[in-house]
């Protein structure tokens, strides 16, 4: 059985039907290696949630919006790097 993995998950904070920090819990349980790259115009990087996310490896860095390109550049460069 052939069993494909995402090499990175980009996901925003606030999603229609969960939190993002839920679903990066969820994806953390299937794949404890895959980066998880948070995006929020809700939260900032200071905020304590993403602080303690980041700080137990729920997710691997997190990009406020409005973000540029090599924001999320950078991030892809780091997950591959990893």
Do not use: W
Request: glycine share 4%; charged share 30%; hydrophobic share 45%.
């Amino acid at each position: 059985m052939k069993v494909d993995h995402f090499r990175l998950a980009f996901l925003d904070a606030k999603l229609p039907d969960m939190e993002g920090l839920d679903l990066a819990r969820r994806i953390r349980k299937l794949d404890p290696a895959v980066p998880i790259v948070m995006i929020s115009g809700y939260f900032y990087r200071d905020d304590d949630a993403i602080q303690k996310a980041v700080a137990e490896g729920l997710i691997s860095s997190f990009i406020g919006k409005p973000f540029d390109h090599d924001e999320i550049l950078k991030a892809i460069e780091i997950a591959n790097s990893s």
